[in-house]
């Protein structure tokens, strides 16, 4: 299984863009018997696409696109909000009768009980979900590889390759956030020196100040700022601060 799992991890490394990764993903976990996946950090339109999109594959995918659940994940917040409070992997698992309609959700100790129609439709009765948390990033997400057998059933069944799908899934992550990040820094196009003025902005020093540890002049180093807060469509210098920040462009 680890030999399967550094093949993956070669050709996730070799991905150039966000489509192969896509694909790269559902061939690897299809390979390994679960033909729908799902990735979703929820809507971060507001994020300047810092975020890659969420997606899914196989039937999962279709019976999202025909019930619209993709285009309104509104329906599934609750669900996914509670489930992003977990903070290790943990098992998914259908509750044993559907009640009326929509989402609901009981949590146990390393279990959440669903009652979730549109996998009902999808024929899938449990997942292992990976919980995507990463410091300076508010936004939660989740990564599900999906089963049709009960929640039981699939424990028993992972306690080989369980690691190594957790594994290629925090690995996928990684490298999809990257991705998007670099097509993001790509659009800003923030020079090495606006980035390092703002870099030192975030840690509390002056104008003054950056210059001498930059070793440029005063007025440079404000022209750097002005042309950064340009770049970021911020009227003022915090702001402009403030934006980078949110999108990855600096560290803090």
């Known amino acids: 299984m680890m030999s399967i799992l550094s093949d993956f991890l070669d050709r996730l490394a070799a991905a150039t863009t966000l489509e192969i990764v896509r694909e790269e993903m559902k061939r690897f976990f299809e390979a390994q018997g679960h033909p729908c996946i799902a990735y979703d950090y929820g809507s971060n339109r507001h994020r300047g696409g810092r975020l890659p999109e969420r997606f899914a594959s196989g ?17 599934c917040r609750p669900v996914f909000e509670l489930a992003t409070s977990y903070r290790r992997p943990f098992y998914w698992e259908q509750l044993a009768s559907a009640r009326h309609g929509g989402s609901g ?12 129609l549109w996998a009902r439709e999808a024929r899938q009765s449990s997942a292992l979900v990976v919980p995507l948390r990463h410091r300076n990033l508010p936004a939660p997400g989740l990564f599900s590889i999906f089963s049709e057998l ?4 699939l424990d028993r069944s992972l306690e080989v390759r369980g690691p190594a799908l957790w594994l290629a899934a925090l690995a996928a992550d990684e490298k999809m956030r990257a ?6 820094v790509q659009a800003v196009g923030l020079s090495p020196r ?9 840690g509390g020093l002056r104008n003054d100040r950056i210059a001498e540890r930059m070793g440029i002049t005063r007025s440079t ?4 700022l002005a042309t950064a807060r340009k770049k ?7 702001q402009a601060l403030v934006k980078a920040l949110s999108l990855g462009l600096i560290d803090p």
């Open 105 to 116: 959700a009981i949590r146990t100790e390393n279990r959440l009980l669903v009652n979730c």
């Open 221 to 224: 180093v404000e022209l750097h």
């Open 150 to 153: 009960p929640a039981p059933e």
């Open 179 to 184: 991705m998007a990040r670099s097509a993001v």
């Open 59 to 75: 039937q999962l995918r279709r019976t999202l696109v025909d019930r619209g659940v993709r285009d309104d994940p509104r329906r």
């Open 232 to 238: 970021l469509g911020a009227v003022t210098r915090e």
């Open 194 to 202: 606006e980035k390092e003025c703002l870099e030192w902005l975030s």
